[in-house]
T-cell receptor, first 116, second 109 residues
Framework: DAGITQSPRHKVTETGTPVTLRCHQTENHRYMYWYRQDPGHGLRLIHY???????DKGEVSDGYSVSRSKTEDFLLTLESATSSQTSVYFCAISEGTGRDRGYEQYFGPGTRLTVT | DAKTTQPNSMESNEEEPVHLPCNHSTISGTDYIHWYRQLPSQGPEYVIH???SNVNNRMASLAIAEDRKSSTLILHRATLRDAAVYYCIPFQGAQKLVFGQGTRLTINP
Protein backbone atom coordinates (compact mmCIF):
# COMPACT_ATOMS: atom_id res chain seq x y z
CA ASP A 1 0.00 0.00 0.00
CA ALA A 2 1.17 3.52 -0.82
CA GLY A 3 2.28 5.43 2.27
CA ILE A 4 -0.34 8.16 2.52
CA THR A 5 -1.81 9.44 5.74
CA GLN A 6 -4.37 12.14 6.33
CA SER A 7 -5.01 14.06 9.52
CA PRO A 8 -7.32 14.54 11.17
CA ARG A 9 -9.53 11.66 10.08
CA HIS A 10 -12.65 13.30 11.47
CA LYS A 11 -13.35 16.90 12.36
CA VAL A 12 -16.38 18.92 13.39
CA THR A 13 -16.03 22.67 13.23
CA GLU A 14 -18.20 25.74 13.28
CA THR A 15 -19.04 28.02 10.39
CA GLY A 16 -16.49 30.78 9.98
CA THR A 17 -13.55 29.03 11.62
CA PRO A 18 -10.35 28.19 9.74
CA VAL A 19 -9.53 24.52 9.19
CA THR A 20 -6.37 22.87 7.91
CA LEU A 21 -6.21 19.30 6.67
CA ARG A 22 -2.89 17.57 6.25
CA CYS A 23 -1.78 14.95 3.76
CA HIS A 24 1.54 13.21 4.34
CA GLN A 25 3.28 10.78 1.96
CA THR A 26 6.34 8.61 2.31
CA GLU A 27 6.63 7.69 -1.40
CA ASN A 28 8.53 10.78 -2.56
CA HIS A 29 5.97 11.23 -5.36
CA ARG A 30 6.03 14.51 -7.20
CA TYR A 31 2.29 15.07 -7.61
CA MET A 32 -0.24 15.49 -4.82
CA TYR A 33 -3.96 16.19 -5.09
CA TRP A 34 -6.91 17.16 -2.93
CA TYR A 35 -10.38 15.88 -3.89
CA ARG A 36 -13.71 16.17 -2.18
CA GLN A 37 -16.49 13.60 -2.40
CA ASP A 38 -20.14 14.45 -1.99
CA PRO A 39 -23.23 12.34 -2.65
CA GLY A 40 -24.36 12.76 -6.25
CA HIS A 41 -21.12 14.43 -7.36
CA GLY A 42 -18.47 11.76 -7.19
CA LEU A 43 -14.93 12.96 -6.55
CA ARG A 44 -14.00 16.48 -7.62
CA LEU A 45 -10.52 17.98 -7.72
CA ILE A 46 -9.92 20.99 -5.45
CA HIS A 47 -6.21 21.74 -5.91
CA TYR A 48 -3.14 19.85 -6.91
CA UNK A 49 0.61 20.25 -6.61
CA UNK A 50 3.28 19.31 -9.13
CA UNK A 51 6.24 20.05 -6.89
CA UNK A 52 7.34 21.91 -3.80
CA UNK A 53 5.75 25.35 -3.83
CA UNK A 54 4.09 24.56 -7.20
CA UNK A 55 0.32 24.33 -7.00
CA ASP A 56 -2.67 24.90 -9.24
CA LYS A 57 -6.44 25.05 -8.98
CA GLY A 58 -8.88 22.29 -9.72
CA GLU A 59 -12.54 22.52 -10.61
CA VAL A 60 -13.88 23.41 -7.14
CA SER A 61 -11.13 25.58 -5.65
CA ASP A 62 -13.20 28.51 -4.36
CA GLY A 63 -12.90 28.82 -0.57
CA TYR A 64 -9.81 26.62 -0.40
CA SER A 65 -6.08 27.28 -0.40
CA VAL A 66 -3.15 24.88 -0.37
CA SER A 67 0.50 24.87 0.49
CA ARG A 68 3.38 22.51 -0.12
CA SER A 69 6.64 23.45 1.53
CA LYS A 70 8.03 19.91 1.56
CA THR A 71 7.71 17.04 -0.88
CA GLU A 72 5.95 14.88 1.68
CA ASP A 73 3.31 17.30 2.96
CA PHE A 74 0.35 18.93 1.21
CA LEU A 75 -1.94 21.11 3.31
CA LEU A 76 -5.51 22.10 2.47
CA THR A 77 -6.89 25.15 4.27
CA LEU A 78 -10.45 26.33 4.52
CA GLU A 79 -9.96 29.98 5.45
CA SER A 80 -13.49 30.39 6.77
CA ALA A 81 -15.43 27.14 6.78
CA THR A 82 -18.99 27.06 5.45
CA SER A 83 -21.65 24.36 5.66
CA SER A 84 -21.26 23.72 1.91
CA GLN A 85 -17.74 22.49 2.65
CA THR A 86 -19.05 19.60 4.72
CA SER A 87 -17.64 16.66 2.81
CA VAL A 88 -15.16 13.82 2.74
CA TYR A 89 -11.75 14.99 1.61
CA PHE A 90 -9.28 12.66 -0.08
CA CYS A 91 -5.65 13.25 -0.76
CA ALA A 92 -3.96 11.43 -3.63
CA ILE A 93 -0.42 11.10 -4.90
CA SER A 94 1.09 10.23 -8.25
CA GLU A 95 4.60 9.65 -9.44
CA GLY A 96 3.97 11.82 -12.44
CA THR A 97 1.53 12.74 -15.09
CA GLY A 98 1.47 12.64 -18.84
CA ARG A 99 0.28 10.65 -21.75
CA ASP A 100 3.36 8.50 -22.07
CA ARG A 101 2.92 6.60 -18.85
CA GLY A 102 -0.68 7.05 -17.73
CA TYR A 103 0.47 7.34 -14.13
CA GLU A 104 -1.93 5.96 -11.57
CA GLN A 105 -3.00 7.84 -8.47
CA TYR A 106 -3.00 6.45 -4.93
CA PHE A 107 -5.49 7.76 -2.41
CA GLY A 108 -5.39 8.34 1.31
CA PRO A 109 -8.07 7.14 3.76
CA GLY A 110 -9.96 10.43 3.76
CA THR A 111 -10.96 13.10 6.26
CA ARG A 112 -14.61 13.52 7.14
CA LEU A 113 -15.27 17.19 7.80
CA THR A 114 -18.53 18.51 9.23
CA VAL A 115 -19.17 22.24 9.36
CA THR A 116 -22.03 23.16 11.68
CA ASP B 1 -13.31 14.75 -20.93
CA ALA B 2 -14.12 11.46 -22.59
CA LYS B 3 -17.57 10.17 -21.68
CA THR B 4 -17.93 6.71 -20.13
CA THR B 5 -20.93 4.45 -19.73
CA GLN B 6 -21.02 1.75 -17.07
CA PRO B 7 -23.90 -0.30 -15.65
CA ASN B 8 -25.20 1.22 -12.44
CA SER B 9 -24.98 -2.08 -10.61
CA MET B 10 -23.97 -5.71 -11.03
CA GLU B 11 -24.23 -8.76 -8.86
CA SER B 12 -22.16 -11.92 -8.74
CA ASN B 13 -21.39 -14.85 -6.50
CA GLU B 14 -18.32 -15.46 -4.45
CA GLU B 15 -15.52 -17.39 -6.20
CA GLU B 16 -17.02 -16.79 -9.63
CA PRO B 17 -15.50 -14.55 -12.32
CA VAL B 18 -16.89 -11.05 -12.78
CA HIS B 19 -16.78 -9.06 -15.99
CA LEU B 20 -17.35 -5.33 -15.55
CA PRO B 21 -17.94 -3.51 -18.85
CA CYS B 22 -17.24 0.08 -19.77
CA ASN B 23 -17.97 1.98 -22.95
CA HIS B 24 -15.73 4.95 -23.76
CA SER B 25 -16.48 5.62 -27.41
CA THR B 26 -15.05 9.18 -27.37
CA ILE B 27 -11.69 8.18 -25.99
CA SER B 28 -8.72 9.73 -27.77
CA GLY B 29 -5.94 7.64 -29.20
CA THR B 30 -3.42 8.39 -26.48
CA ASP B 31 -5.68 8.15 -23.43
CA TYR B 32 -5.00 5.36 -21.00
CA ILE B 33 -7.95 3.48 -19.55
CA HIS B 34 -7.79 3.45 -15.78
CA TRP B 35 -9.89 1.42 -13.37
CA TYR B 36 -10.32 2.32 -9.72
CA ARG B 37 -12.60 0.95 -7.06
CA GLN B 38 -13.93 2.32 -3.83
CA LEU B 39 -14.83 0.06 -0.96
CA PRO B 40 -17.36 1.33 1.59
CA SER B 41 -15.98 4.12 3.77
CA GLN B 42 -12.58 4.03 2.09
CA GLY B 43 -10.68 6.09 -0.43
CA PRO B 44 -10.53 5.05 -4.08
CA GLU B 45 -8.07 2.28 -4.84
CA TYR B 46 -6.13 1.92 -8.07
CA VAL B 47 -6.87 -1.39 -9.80
CA ILE B 48 -5.28 -1.44 -13.24
CA HIS B 49 -4.71 0.60 -16.38
CA UNK B 50 -3.86 -0.02 -20.01
CA UNK B 51 -3.53 1.61 -23.40
CA UNK B 52 -4.11 -0.94 -26.15
CA SER B 53 -3.02 -4.38 -25.06
CA ASN B 54 -4.72 -6.51 -22.47
CA VAL B 55 -3.14 -6.14 -19.05
CA ASN B 56 -2.91 -8.37 -16.00
CA ASN B 57 -1.87 -7.71 -12.44
CA ARG B 58 -2.42 -9.36 -9.10
CA MET B 59 -5.82 -7.75 -8.66
CA ALA B 60 -7.47 -8.09 -12.05
CA SER B 61 -7.21 -8.29 -15.81
CA LEU B 62 -8.14 -5.58 -18.27
CA ALA B 63 -9.39 -6.48 -21.72
CA ILE B 64 -9.40 -3.59 -24.19
CA ALA B 65 -11.37 -3.76 -27.42
CA GLU B 66 -9.37 -3.47 -30.61
CA ASP B 67 -11.06 -0.15 -31.47
CA ARG B 68 -10.53 1.02 -27.86
CA LYS B 69 -14.14 2.11 -27.55
CA SER B 70 -14.81 -0.29 -24.74
CA SER B 71 -13.01 -2.26 -22.08
CA THR B 72 -13.80 -4.95 -19.55
CA LEU B 73 -12.38 -5.35 -16.07
CA ILE B 74 -12.16 -9.01 -15.11
CA LEU B 75 -12.03 -10.24 -11.53
CA HIS B 76 -11.12 -13.89 -11.89
CA ARG B 77 -12.50 -15.20 -8.58
CA ALA B 78 -14.59 -12.67 -6.74
CA THR B 79 -14.42 -12.48 -2.98
CA LEU B 80 -16.61 -10.59 -0.56
CA ARG B 81 -13.85 -8.01 -0.30
CA ASP B 82 -14.36 -7.15 -3.98
CA ALA B 83 -17.75 -5.58 -3.23
CA ALA B 84 -17.20 -1.94 -4.18
CA VAL B 85 -17.99 0.76 -6.69
CA TYR B 86 -15.82 0.34 -9.78
CA TYR B 87 -14.87 3.33 -11.91
CA CYS B 88 -13.64 3.26 -15.48
CA ILE B 89 -11.72 6.47 -16.27
CA PRO B 90 -10.03 7.50 -19.51
CA PHE B 91 -6.92 9.33 -18.39
CA GLN B 92 -6.17 12.26 -20.60
CA GLY B 93 -2.77 13.19 -19.23
CA ALA B 94 -4.29 16.08 -17.36
CA GLN B 95 -3.93 16.59 -13.66
CA LYS B 96 -7.23 15.19 -12.52
CA LEU B 97 -9.07 11.92 -12.64
CA VAL B 98 -12.72 12.43 -13.55
CA PHE B 99 -14.85 9.99 -11.59
CA GLY B 100 -18.29 9.16 -13.00
CA GLN B 101 -20.97 7.21 -11.16
CA GLY B 102 -19.31 3.82 -11.62
CA THR B 103 -20.73 0.32 -11.19
CA ARG B 104 -21.74 -0.88 -7.76
CA LEU B 105 -20.69 -4.52 -7.52
CA THR B 106 -22.41 -6.78 -5.01
CA ILE B 107 -20.90 -10.17 -4.19
CA ASN B 108 -23.18 -12.85 -2.78
CA PRO B 109 -21.71 -15.44 -0.37
Amino acid sequence: DAGITQSPRHKVTETGTPVTLRCHQTENHRYMYWYRQDPGHGLRLIHYSYGVKDTDKGEVSDGYSVSRSKTEDFLLTLESATSSQTSVYFCAISEGTGRDRGYEQYFGPGTRLTVT
Amino acid sequence: DAKTTQPNSMESNEEEPVHLPCNHSTISGTDYIHWYRQLPSQGPEYVIHGLTSNVNNRMASLAIAEDRKSSTLILHRATLRDAAVYYCIPFQGAQKLVFGQGTRLTINP
